[in-house]
């Protein structure tokens, strides 16, 4: 048989250690008697044990000091600064509409009406830059406002970039709001709404850093054009 060279620690959620000999029933607590949280002595993600005093002769000190990695699968311990929660947005680096809007819906848990009003505040926000009226909505207004050339609000180098970033909103409107609008309420958790709020302060930022320079030759060209087909 072979011997093992550690024994294992005992360290609470909060990652103060409780024992490194949790071999020894006397030395483990159920609780950690500084913080009141719950102890763990193997790894959330793959059951290894934490390691703790060395059993293959006398090392001075305290023993181990607590890790923030299994070594096994290499994945943070819950008390990591690595594995803090990432659901929160931060609102300091969003647009001031979309905090307004958006971020009490997610901060109460309604996800679901979180997404759909970020997606309003998008939508208006291309509405009112590119002149349009309330007749055009959804990713029919992003095709619209962002097709190559022609569309007001377009930008990029190429006709291939602008054609992607056409895509881009108009993609984020059909497969980031739609399902949270109609068939996968279910699906709109917190880690998603997370995420898309994020995705359409990123297509806002786009959108105004892109756009103000050429936006007003592009509505008179579209105007233009749309006086030549009506008289066709």
Known sequence: MVRKEYDVMQVCLEGHKITGAYSNPEF???ACEECGSDTIHQCPNCDADIKGRYLGGVIGGTGPEVKEFCDRCGEPYPWADEAEDFTEVDSSVLDNELVERSISQYESGHYQSAVQSAFIVLEERVRDRGNFGR???GSDLMTEAFTPE???LSFGETGSEQEGVMFL???AMQSLRNPASHRFIEEVDEEY???VIHTVNLLLRLMESN?????TSKLEQ???SDAVNSDN
């Open 150 to 152: 022609r569309g007001p």
């Open 193 to 195: 709404a997370r995420d």
């Open 169 to 171: 909103y108009r993609g």
């Open 135 to 137: 007749d055009i909505h």
């Open 28 to 30: 483990r607590q159920p």
């Open 211 to 215: 756009t103000s320079s050429d936006t």
């Open 222 to 224: 579209r105007a233009e």
